[in-house]
């Protein structure tokens, strides 16, 4: 029998306060704007459960699919404690406008819908966190066709006024207003003053859900340009949304763990951290399609690896999860000694899990979130009691999203300054930027005692 999901000893009633680490400095406003006690609001008509595909095939989403009309539509009303039916009257709206103006989405979501209606799927327990299954098998499509030589269709030349039109604001979202003024690879982006910290931000971005995916794109680059994180560690991604962001940030390197379906990327900052290798390392045994991408890269001068992953999901992939994590932690232990190894991703782990099943952490290895005093404010990242971009029956609390460390044996010695959550603030769409919130935690170089 399965354990639940919080043990007795957690806390799992009640809105957790969510700020700054005591102890730390704090990075960003975190304020939550979200549905409290019997106030709640039903979003969508979403199973609960997890939901695995086994068979049949899903249609291909292009960049274009997830970009705006290139006329700017109706700003979308602010959130208020109206009622269910006011709030379904706005995301009808707004899929209405959606269709009306990208009839490739408005065919993609009902060809997916019904191969969704027609594949075999096996489900899991309500207490885990929803997957959509829809997007698996995604590909990506050039967003241009390149005209003949010498020739010059109106469809073309429409084609790619739109695609530079609805790709402005997401530019502008993520350089911030000086874009006007120059363009994105004539601005430098100004340094911390604490320039030796280095930051990283991890964080599952629910690529598989293409509800407003727009503005929830643009909330994400505003955030990513607003921090200039080192490193950044992103899970379920698509790839027309890594193309986005590729052609967005062009001041950092991108490693992409997989190009179909849903995958990690390491993001790395060019004038900060230089690439020496990578290696995505397979999972033998899933039946999600996950990996572990590793990349060893150098900061100021620093020795780094770099881990993320996205863990096998759901209960009933709780063996299959202890055997992934049981071979990140080797490599993190069989990593050079002069490496201090960062591991960030959607670990879908339960506490239980950790504590019963694998005797708690490797005597080398600790979780940042326990090393920084288990704050209560910086605990759970999957958190339905506030996030409703799911419609889940029940208000569950879990730590899927960890960060671990292993100091290096040799050298500079690591140590994790603070740690806080981000994604906080709802969007004028009603929507949170994910599911899940991102860490954003900052580490600094001690001499070693030796």
């Known amino acids: 029998m399965d354990e639940p999901p919080c043990l007795p000893s957690d806390s799992c009633s009640g809105e957790p306060r969510v700020d700054c680490n005591k102890s730390a400095p704090c990075l960003v406003d975190t304020r939550v704007e979200g549905k409290t006690g019997k106030n709640k609001k039903h979003k969508k008509r979403r199973s609960a459960a997890c939901q695995r595909k086994t068979g049949g095939g899903y249609t291909p989403v292009t960049v274009e699919e997830l970009s705006p009309p290139s006329h700017p539509p109706e700003h979308h009303e602010k959130r208020s404690a109206g009622s269910k039916q006011e709030k379904n009257t706005r995301k009808t709206k707004n899929h209405s406008i959606s269709h009306e103006t990208s009839p490739a989405l408005s065919s993609h979501r009902q060809k997916a819908q019904s191969a969704q209606k027609t594949s075999s799927l096996s489900t ?223 670990t879908n782990l339960r506490d239980w899990e950790v504590v019963t099943k694998l005797n708690g952490l490797p005597d080398s290895i600790s979780d940042v979130w326990e090393m920084l005093g288990k704050s209560e404010e910086s605990r759970y990242t999957w958190d339905t009691s506030i996030n409703d971009n799911k419609e889940i029956p029940n208000s569950i609390r879990l730590r899927f999203d960890r960060i671990f460390l292993r100091s290096a044996t040799e050298g500079a010695q690591l140590r994790p300054e603070s740690m806080t959550m981000i994604g906080l603030r709802k969007l004028k769409c009603d929507y949170f930027i994910s599911d899940h919130w991102g860490i954003l935690c900052t580490f600094t170089f001690e001499a070693s005692e030796e």
């Open 124 to 346: 899991c327990d309500q207490s885990t966190q929803t997957e959509s299954p829809q997007l698996q098998s995604l590909q990506t499509q050039s967003t241009q066709t390149s005209p003949t030589q010498g020739e010059h269709t109106p469809s073309t030349e429409s084609k790619s006024t739109q695609t530079k039109q609805s790709s402005f604001p997401l530019k502008q979202a993520y350089w911030g207003k000086s874009f006007t003024d120059q363009s994105a690879d004539q601005q430098k982006p100004q340094l911390s003053s604490r320039n030796s910290y280095l930051t990283v931000i991890s964080w599952n971005i629910d690529g598989l859900d293409l509800d407003n995916v727009f503005d929830r794109l643009k909330g994400l680059l505003s955030l990513l340009g607003k921090y200039r994180a080192d490193v950044v560690l992103l899970q379920e991604l698509i790839p027309p949304t890594f193309e986005i962001l590729q052609n967005t940030m062009t001041d950092y390197q991108f490693l992409q763990a997989s190009e179909v379906g849903y995958f990690t990327a390491i993001l790395l900052r060019k004038e900060r951290v230089q690439l020496l290798q990578s290696n995505i390392v397979k999972y033998p045994t899933t039946e999600m399609g996950r990996n572990l991408l590793v990349a060893n890269v150098s900061f100021l001068g620093h020795p780094l690896c770099i881990m993320t992953s996205h863990l096998e999901s759901c209960k009933t992939g709780s063996q299959e999860r202890l055997n992934q994590l049981r071979r990140v932690w080797k490599w993190m232990k069989e990593a050079p000694g002069d490496h201090s190894v960062i591991f960030g991703g959607d």
